[in-house]
Structure formats: C-alpha cells, structure tokens
C-alpha cells in the first residue's frame, strides 16, 4: 500500500527565504506526482505536476523535482513572501489514468515579515 | 480555467438525515472524485467516477453512495447522516485518458456538520 510522508508538519521562515518542502513515498511505481496548495478552509490549488519520466518541473518561483526510484519529490520555494503562507501537498497517483491519488498530509508554512 | 463547483459550501444537518452534496465541473472531465479531509487523516478517497454512471469505491466508502448521470455533474450522497461524517468534502475532477498529465483539479470544499 502506497504512503505518502511529508517533512515537516509545519514550517515558519521569515520572508526572503528560499526553502525546500520534502514528500516521499514508499511505492515507486507512480505514474505521476502533484503538488498543491490549500489556504485555510478552501480547496486545493494544484501548482506542479511532474510526470514518472521527468525529473523537475518549474512555475515562477517554484520548482519541483522527482526521484523516482529513491521515492522523493522537493518543492523549491524561491523568496518566500508572506502570501506563500498556506499548507502544501503532494500526492501520487499509480499507473492508469482514473486510479486514485494517494496524498501526504501536508506542510504547514507560515512565512514572516 | 477549469472550474469546480460544490454548491453548498457549508451545510448542518441531522443525524439521519439524508444529504447530497452536488458537485458540477465544466471542462468536459472523464473522471471526477469525491474525497473527504480530516484533521491529521489528510484527504481520503470516498468514490470515484471515470465515466457516466460508472463509478469505483475508494478508501472509505461505507455509508457513501454516488451518483453521475451526467457527465459534468457527481452527487455525493450520504443515506443517514451520522456525526462521524462531519467533515470537510472536496469534489474533484481531471481528464482521462492521455490528457494534460492529469492534473486533477479541486473545488472549494463544502463543510459539512451532521449534529
């Protein structure tokens, strides 16, 4: 059974900083990563997807990166600013189109002035 | 933009009562799903849609059924109510097959309170 970590539950920096979220899962055989973010009582807002056969995708200030076999995926945060402010996740999906997700249950950033 | 709407966005109800909670996408989406997200248990997979009246259990779906008829249009019902289903539910919709990755976009959440 696939199981989605995510380090640390939560996470404080000052504004400017650059910082990584980490997420790891146990199962390798993933058919492709996502990263979201959700601000308090909303849905989630899908920011990266990296496919099994790619190694990082980039949006702006952010960047995630993909290990597959060693079960890793970062989320590179460029100089944070207070509205980054939110709980991040990651989630899994393993092979096939419709099959489910599996998500990690997030990092919860608060960035300061 | 991809757009999903939960029409009720915060509901209380009784304890077996019968709820719906109605969930409409309107970028022609294959699949559409409802999860629902509890403190420190994260989003758990309720059921799953990948076509029209198909759908698939997921992680939790006793005392969960689901309806599609449509294709831009999955109902999450809840057949009696119980407190242990007070929660926040996110529907959720992406392509099928071979389409944009995936990527599997959320609406807003409805929060539900069964009292």
């Known amino acids: 059974k696939q199981e989605v970590t995510q380090i640390p539950a939560a996470l404080s920096v000052p504004e400017g900083e650059n910082l990584v979220l980490n997420c790891s899962f146990t199962d390798s055989a993933i058919y492709n990563l996502q990263w979201f973010r959700q601000d308090p009582g909303k849905g989630l807002t899908s920011l990266l997807l990296?496919?099994?056969?790619?190694r990082e995708q980039t949006s702006g200030r952010l960047n995630a990166s993909l290990d597959k076999s060693s079960g890793r995926s970062t989320l590179y945060i460029a100089a944070s600013q207070p509205g980054d402010s939110a709980t991040y996740l990651c989630a899994v999906r393993r092979g096939g189109t419709a099959s489910k997700l599996t998500f990690g249950t997030g990092t919860r950033l608060q960035v300061t002035l | 933009d991809v757009k999903v709407t939960q029409s009720s966005r915060y509901l209380v109800k009784r304890t077996g009562e019968k709820v719906f909670l109605e969930c409409v996408q309107d970028m022609d989406h294959e699949n559409m799903f409802w999860y629902r997200q509890d403190p420190g248990l994260g989003l758990r997979l309720i059921y799953f849609s990948y076509d029209v009246k198909m759908k698939e259990k997921g992680d939790i779906p006793e005392g969960y059924s689901v309806s599609r008829e449509k294709k831009e249009r999955f109902s999450l019902i809840l057949e009696s109510a119980s407190t242990n289903q007070t929660s926040m539910y996110l529907c959720?919709?992406?392509?099928?097959?071979?389409?944009?990755?995936?990527?599997?976009?959320f609406g807003e959440g409805s929060w539900l309170t069964v009292v």
């Open positions: 990296i496919q099994s056969s790619q």
């Open positions: 959720a919709s992406s392509m099928g097959q071979g389409g944009s990755g995936n990527t599997i976009y």
